[in-house]
């Protein structure tokens, strides 16, 4: 059965990189359905720190219906953290954001095709996240946990043999 998706582009992510994870996701079999861009709440943005709060945006998120992947490009942190790449919740909504996914985030040359592929990760982690899958301890799996850009360059983009038959048994076909 097609996994069907909600994506939902918030603040200034722009058009193009909706566009070509849409197609990505499509070629991986999922059913893309996408939103109109929706504002940033001014309530997220913390100005002393220059960053927004996963938290306050994914409660905006709560109401909207769908399996909700909201993609930003603000810098996130959340209550616990001082920067995350993205939140996710059981049942969803998440959140993912590209600041930290943009090679010149690190004064790297701009490179679209290492951003969407590392963005494609992240969707199909929050996916699995939403889905019901837990996070894998092997750092080559999609359900590994990333807490850097090297960590998410390390996994292939599949899962690991355990996590193919959990999968299976939970009926979860990513
Ligand atoms: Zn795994």
Do not use: W
């Amino acid at each position: 059965m097609r996994i069907e998706l909600d994506i939902v582009p918030m603040g200034n992510i722009d058009e193009d990189t909706i566009e070509v994870l849409k197609q990505r996701l499509k070629e991986r079999n999922f059913l893309v359905r996408v939103y109109a861009k929706i504002e940033l709440p001014k309530t997220s943005l913390n100005v002393y720190r220059k960053q927004y709060n996963a938290d306050v945006i994914t409660d905006t998120l709560r109401n909207l219906k769908g399996t909700i992947i909201a993609i930003t490009d603000a810098d996130l942190y959340t209550d616990k953290l001082s920067y995350t790449f993205s939140t996710v919740e059981y049942d969803g909504p998440a959140l993912i954001s590209t600041y930290r996914l943009n090679p010149e985030y690190y004064q790297e040359k701009p490179n679209f095709n290492l951003l969407i592929e590392r963005l494609v990760k992240e969707v199909i982690y929050s996916t699995g996240r939403i889905k019901g899958l837990d996070d894998c301890q092997h750092p080559r799996c999609l359900m590994h946990k990333i807490t850097c850009a090297k960590d998410i360059d390390f996994k292939e983009m599949d899962f690991c043999k355990e996590c193919k038959i959990n999968n299976t048994l939970k009926g979860v076909d990513l």
